[in-house]
């Protein structure tokens, strides 16, 4: 998997990533796992993940940007992982010639990322 230089907006920070399309690439009927290991500090109150999928009607340009709910944290000092369900995921490399992306649009747009794993959950292997 390639993580992608993060994309600064005005008001939000893109991590982009990539996974290898021998791994994972055009799927269907298949749910994946996606663990983010990242530091609970002051650099941001919560982010969130928008992926490719198949269905069209969920997430903007055609399913390409499907979004998850909000992880939001408070400022512990601790490293904490998350353990997100992408259902029907598609990863075409539609999302701006990436599978994923994590959006940080909150307090300074500082997101400490220790560890991204994506886990096949179904379909074809
Ligand atoms: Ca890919």
Request: hydrophobic content about 35%; overall charge negative.
């Amino acid at each position: 998997m390639t993580i992608k230089a993060p994309h600064r907006t005005f008001d939000e920070i893109f991590f982009y990533f990539d996974i290898d399309d021998t791994f994972m690439f055009d799927e269907e009927k298949c749910d994946a796992e996606l663990a983010i290991t990242f530091l609970e500090d002051d650099g941001c109150d919560d982010f969130f993940v928008t992926y490719d999928n198949n269905d069209p009607k969920l997430g903007e340009h055609d399913g390409s940007f499907r979004p998850l709910p909000y992880v939001k944290f408070p400022n512990t000092g601790q490293w904490r992982t998350v353990k997100l369900l992408l259902p029907n995921v598609r990863f075409a490399n539609r999302g701006n010639c990436a599978d994923f992306r994590i959006t940080v649009d909150s307090g300074n747009q500082n997101l400490t990322l220790s560890e991204v794993i994506i886990r096949r959950l179904s379909g074809k292997k």
